[in-house]
């Protein structure tokens, strides 16, 4: 067997490491599963310990599983965005990991962006000052914990390469979902530190995704069962492997994921920043960066949805939701439905907007709903890819989806007229640990670039009906008005107006 590569994935919800071959096809995967942490509301941290040992744990069983014919090259990293910690000068952390999902800074995130918002700072780090980043939370750390002047404010990732190698290093591409990283020159941006009140010296030190660490800890190294010398790449963030991962490389193909939350992103060859704030720019890697936005409504909503409306106190059926959404024609019989539940991200960034099933009568069932939801979530997504259409100029012809949702046959359907573009679903549903090992044989010089391992696509599997994309488009026109209506007046109910 030829040369393997393991790539780490630092989930969310779990750390795996994944044994790829020199074609980036999957071989084999060993999971380990950590608790998010809720200590308090709008409190979502991690254990950054409890992360580390798990990522030490399933590289360890990886290792000890290896092909006796196989030889492993390297390992290489990808990781969760924005997650925060604090360190101190010895590298014992002084605060949980706060995970993007943690909006206890959202106040504090309002009252910077009033003082210091500007475009000339979003168009040197991409990012529009929000409480999804890590920038307001390193404020919200400094003015609520005693924390000494030698602190060090870093990712999980970084986190967990300094426990494996003794290096505290910052990927360009992880840094640039914190605000705090200018995208074009690859270094910490003054104005945004300022803002934080920190200097260069309170983060890692910088390098290229493509960056090649060649000495392990001893004691790590032995105990996982690796030459201390094994080559780790340090790798990017999950989002942009993602594309890479999936085939989503070229100017005029979106990657869509469908999770826990939603996102429609594109990979580009220059620095390109919406200027009004409602899209962001990261690196993706040397020379590439990914445009895109995140929905608050994914499939957390959809979930909630059916376990409320469907199957409230017994197991979720997913099959029989889409056999029910399947029976109802296009536009749910004209109930629409709002998936800012947990508030909006892009392109509206608005924490306080609410979610709607608008339409209601007594004609209406369940399967109605559940219809309205797949809808009403396609129509948040197609929001974030007009924008993108809007500041790029260059419609998407084709669309890679990923997540739970890709076993929903009516999802498929409806993504693809509504967007109007042919929807492909990848050979491979490890998008981001995929991703994540392409780079690492780049940077290992084993390949030229990403499309020598895209060469065998999957052909699309749908391709839109003009008639349904037209109507869907005016049904797209009235979810706007409604949702702009609805936000209006929940923020006049709330002002007293």
Request: proline share 6%; aromatic share 8%; with cysteine.
């Amino acid at each position: 067997m030829k040369g393997q590569l393991l790539a780490v994935d630092i989930g969310t919800s779990a750390a795996r490491a994944l044994l790829f071959d020199r074609k980036a096809n999957l071989i084999s995967q060993v999971r380990k599963p950590y608790p998010m942490l809720f200590p308090q509301p709008d409190w979502n941290e991690q254990d950054p310990d409890t992360i580390t040992n798990a990522v030490i744990e399933a590289l360890r069983e990886s290792v000890m599983a290896l092909p006796a014919d196989g030889h492993l090259e390297g390992v290489v990293f990808c990781s969760q965005f924005y997650s925060i910690l604090a360190l101190n000068k010895d590298g014992i952390p002084l605060s949980n990991s706060l995970t993007w999902g943690d909006t206890r800074s959202a106040d504090l995130a309002a009252s910077l962006r009033k003082r210091f918002a500007s475009n000339t700072l979003m168009a040197r780090t991409g990012c529009p000052l929000q409480p999804l980043y890590p920038m307001s939370k390193i404020r919200w750390l400094k003015e609520n914990l005693t924390l000494p002047d030698t602190v060090k404010f870093v990712s999980i990732k970084d986190y967990v390469l300094l426990r494996l190698t003794g290096q505290l290093l910052a990927d360009w591409s992880t840094a640039s979902a914190s605000g705090l990283l200018d995208i074009t020159r690859h270094e910490w941006d003054d104005e945004a530190l300022s803002i934080c009140q920190i200097t260069p010296d309170h983060l890692p030190e910088l390098a290229s995704p493509r960056h090649i660490i060649t000495q392990w800890l001893p004691d790590i190294s032995k105990y996982i069962g690796l030459p201390s010398h094994t080559p780790l790449i340090i790798g990017a963030g999950d989002a942009p492997l993602a594309n890479i991962g999936v085939g989503a490389i070229t100017p005029d193909t979106l990657a869509v994921n469908v999770g826990t939350s939603a996102a429609a992103r594109v990979l580009i060859s220059n620095p390109q920043i919406d200027a009004t704030g409602r899209l962001w720019t990261y690196v993706a890697d040397v020379d590439k960066w990914i445009m895109g936005g995140i929905i608050g409504g994914g499939g957390a909503v959809y979930d909630w949805l059916l376990s409320k409306l469907l199957f409230s106190g017994q197991q979720q059926d997913y099959e029989e939701a889409d056999r029910l959404s399947e029976s109802v024609a296009p536009g749910a019989d004209g109930l629409f439905f709002i998936p800012y539940f947990s508030g909006e991200q892009s392109p509206g960034w608005n924490p306080n907007a609410k979610g709607l099933i608008y339409g209601m009568t007594l004609q209406h069932e369940a399967r109605h709903s559940i219809r309205a939801a797949l809808e009403g979530i396609t129509f948040a997504l197609f929001r974030v890819a007009r924008t993108i259409e809007e500041v790029r100029h260059t419609p998407a012809k084709k669309i890679y989806v990923t997540g739970g949702l890709t076993t929903s046959r009516v999802w498929l359907q409806i993504i693809t007229h509504i967007f109007g573009a042919s929807v492909v679903i990848p050979q491979s549903s490890e998008s981001s640990a995929r991703g994540a090992a392409i780079l690492g044989w780049l940077a290992l010089g084993q390949a030229k670039d990403y499309a020598e391992f895209h060469a065998s696509e999957a052909e699309p599997v749908l391709s839109p009906d003009s008639e349904l994309h037209a109507y869907y488009q005016q049904k797209y026109e009235a979810f706007c008005a409604l949702n702009k209506r609805l936000q209006t007046f929940l923020t006049n109910e709330e002002t007293g107006q």
